[in-house]
Nanobody
Framework: QVHLVESGGGLVQAGGSLRLSCAAS????????MGWYRQAPGKQRELVVD???????NYADSVKGRFTISRDNAKNTTYLQINSLKPEDTGVYYC??????????????WGQGTQVTVSS
């Protein structure tokens, strides 16, 4: 069993910063992709950014230049540094890991979500 725990959300003013983290524990052979998604009120969940095992990242256009993803493979953890926050960044942020088993199968796991609220 694998468990993902997120932290770091909160209420900030526009222009502020936050750092989210997501740590995985449990039966992990390897973690392939790590990613962050967000879901704004009344909208579908969308990809914010993901990062592969070799460090290649892919950002949504709306966050390029403001969000930075990183990963610490030794700690099975990913971080999302969010700068220059805008009210439209408000939503629940979820991490998702693609975790491989020893047999080579891959499975997606989601964090519980952390609320980010940006006031104008």
């Amino acid at each position: 069993q694998v468990h993902l725990v997120e932290s770091g959300g909160g209420l900030v003013q526009a222009g502020g910063s936050l750092r989210l983290s997501c740590a995985a524990s449990g039966s992990i052979f390897s973690i392939n992709a790590m990613g962050w998604y967000r879901q704004a009120p009344g909208k579908q969940r969308e990809l914010v950014v993901d990062i592969t095992s070799d460090g290649t990242s892919n950002y949504a256009d709306s966050v390029k230049g403001r969000f930075t993803i990183s990963r610490d493979n030794a700690k099975n953890t990913t971080y999302l540094q969010i700068n220059s926050l805008k009210p439209e960044d408000t939503g629940v942020y979820y991490c998702r890991f693609i975790i491989a088993t020893m047999s080579g199968r891959q499975y997606p796991y989601w964090g519980q979500g952390t609320q980010v609220t940006v006031s104008s």
